[in-house]
């Protein structure tokens, strides 16, 4: 499942494990960024997204808090009617806009080039070149940010040519789900929004302990 999370136009999202389901809410395991336990402020609109037989739906303005169940902490969604279908598309994508080599596979071995990388999730990558890359041509990307480096792998879905540019940007699926990624969007995501409006907080340090409950 994922816990999307809005403030004042921005968005973030979290990904967890459904534990257990009590009537109109569900127990997840409790998020966390560096360690950390993620709190969230009454000033968020948090939606719950879960994925079943091959679609995704969502339940938007759940309630959600943390909670001591046989020993261990979660986080409780409280849940309201049945979700709606939702387009995976919507999902949250990080905004990069750097250049960056990209390689993509041809019969002669592969080729560098390079490209303005628009934006990133967990699931794919936007980027912009004036090359010309066909459909479903496989491309390797190293994200690098500090001292963090990060090898993905995907292949080409979309290509759409841009005029104002005389550039096609381009749209690629992942080849295979990326931890790494997902902690290190997760990261910048806390960050971005601490800084716009500090709606996410540590939530179990010792002065935080009284935002638990017991269910």
């Not at 990904?15 to 969230?40: C, E, H, M, P």
């Not at 409280?78 to 598309?89: A, C, I, S, T």
């Not at 560098?112 to 980027?127: Q, R």
Request: glycine share 6%; proline share 2%; with cysteine.
């Amino acid at each position: 499942m994922e816990l999307e999370v809005k403030l004042n136009g921005h968005s973030m999202s979290f990904r967890s494990d459904v534990v257990a389901i009590r009537n109109n809410s569900v127990l997840i395991n409790y998020i966390k960024v560096n360690d950390q336990t993620i709190g969230f402020s009454e000033k968020c609109q948090l939606n719950f997204l879960f994925k079943a037989d091959g679609r995704v739906y969502i339940w938007e303005n759940v309630y959600v808090k943390l909670v001591k169940y046989d020993g261990s902490i979660y986080h409780k969604v409280d849940l309201q009617g049945e979700g709606k279908p939702y387009n995976r598309r919507n999902s949250y994508r990080m905004y990069i806009g750097e250049d960056m080599p990209l390689y993509v596979n041809t019969a002669s071995g592969p080729t560098a080039i390079s490209v303005l990388v628009k934006d990133i999730s967990e699931t794919g990558v936007g980027f912009i070149t004036k090359e010309e890359i066909d459909i479903d041509r496989t491309i390797r990307l190293k994200l690098k940010d500090n001292n963090v480096i990060i090898s993905l792998s995907g292949i080409i879905v979309r290509r759409e040519f841009l005029p104002n540019l005389n550039a096609y940007i381009y749209g690629c699926r992942f080849n295979e789900k990326n931890n790494k990624l997902g902690k290190y969007i997760a990261k910048k995501q806390a960050e971005q929004l601490r800084k716009k409006g500090g709606n996410v907080s540590m939530s179990l340090a010792p002065k935080k302990r009284k935002q638990q409950s017991n269910i």
